[in-house]
């Protein structure tokens, strides 16, 4: 093979490994670096987070009059949904406080939950410490509770504006008490909308306190994206029992007239006796007039 063709094939070579840039290159660059690693660009990270799996609840536990059991043992389906709408009943307009809790003991040890996120291109954390139930409301024969959530969220110190989302209180059997919504839109970057998508297995619920505990899962799709899964609870301002209406103290108006009706009932109670006892004469008493 003459030199000729021998150039000519190492120059072929050199083009199909360093591109478009070869031109721009030294020889002494080639030669150190013919792949030009160094200047490759770099391989961007998908959108889409592989998340945990979400884990299922072994037996559902429900707390009343300071009491607790598993469904199974002692209440029916019909009496956990009646519960569960009383409770959102109850609380509804009201804002609901979000912890991270243990599994076991139901105790918080955060007050909120934390998921890791990527904002853009910069990574982030997503937290959320409180929801308020907006809305309240129920079909005729069905076994779900419709109701509309507010979600307070926050990542790095930032407060996005978040659409209200729509969520579903499913009770389909003594096994399995889902809340899940539609997802819900937040605007996290300057373009474009992130869309936030909630499940919730419920496996907890204290009527006596107003506390809901389950396995979560949330996940983030769009110009952020990310989620996480674990176990939270739901700390609601009022339990899960018909409110009846508080006692008041009467005032010294009412008490007055109360003495009053009380006086005068004893003297009408005088002049019954007095009949009953048969003395039905009438007594005339004498008027002085003074000239």
């Not at 080639?30 to 770099?42: I, R, T, Y």
């Amino acid at each position: 093979m003459s030199k000729k063709k021998a150039l000519s094939f190492l120059t072929i070579a050199l083009l199909s490994v360093g591109g478009c840039r070869f031109w721009d290159r030294s020889m002494q660059d080639v030669m150190n670096d013919p792949f030009d690693k160094a200047n490759q660009m770099e391989n961007h990270v998908g959108r889409t987070t592989q998340m945990a799996p979400l884990a299922t609840p072994r037996s559902i536990i429900v707390c009343r009059s300071k009491q607790c059991a598993p469904i199974k043992l002692s209440m029916s389906k019909e009496y956990i949904y009646n519960s569960l709408a009383q409770m959102m009943k109850n609380n509804n307009h009201q804002k609901a406080l979000v912890c991270s809790a243990d599994v076991g003991s139901h105790n918080c040890y955060q007050n909120y939950i934390s998921l890791p996120i990527t904002v853009g291109i910069t990574p982030a954390y997503m937290y959320i410490d409180s929801v308020k139930i907006s809305d309240v409301s129920m079909s005729k024969g069905s076994s779900s509770i419709n109701m509309m959530l507010n979600y307070n969220v926050t990542y790095n110190g930032q407060t996005p504006e978040c659409a209200p989302d729509k969520t579903l209180l499913y009770v389909k059997n003594a096994d399995n008490i889902i809340l899940e919504d539609k997802g819900y839109r937040c605007k996290m970057t300057t373009i474009g909308t992130t869309m936030v998508k909630t499940m919730f297995l419920i496996d907890f619920i204290d009527l006596d306190y107003g506390f809901i505990g389950g396995y979560y899962s949330i996940g983030l799709s769009g110009p952020s994206y990310g989620g996480g899964t674990g176990y939270m609870l739901l700390r609601l301002p009022k339990t899960g029992y018909p409110l009846l209406p508080m006692p008041k103290a009467p005032t010294e108006k009412n008490r007055q007239t109360a003495g009053k009706s009380s006086a005068k009932s004893s003297l009408d109670q005088n002049v019954d006796n007095s009949s009953a006892s048969g003395n039905d004469a009438v007594q005339v008493f004498p008027i002085n007039y003074k000239n």
